[in-house]
């Protein structure tokens, strides 16, 4: 069996930061774009939050191998 690569440990670790999301998918017996889009923006309200609370910021890029992503000047200078 083949190792995983990065790209398949990094969405393991998405997928386990949204079991709950994923749960209720489960649940949805008739899926539409209002629900699709309903879960669409879920998941990345999910993910801002997470990034906002991250004990090191950047810490799921680091650990997957990517480089974080820089900020750019103008937010940087508003923060």
């Not at 069996?1 to 790209?7: E, G, K, L, V, Y």
């Not at 670790?13 to 879960?39: G, H, K, P, Q």
């Amino acid at each position: 069996m083949a190792q995983p690569t990065r790209i398949d440990l990094l969405e393991l670790d998405i997928d386990l930061r949204l079991t709950d999301l994923w749960r209720e998918a489960a649940d949805i017996s008739e899926w539409n774009l209002e629900v699709a889009s309903a879960f669409m923006r879920a998941a990345y309200g999910k993910g801002y939050c997470d990034a906002l609370t991250e004990d090191a910021p950047g810490s799921l890029c680091v650990d997957h191998g990517y480089e974080v992503p820089r900020r750019r000047e103008r937010d940087a200078a508003e923060a």
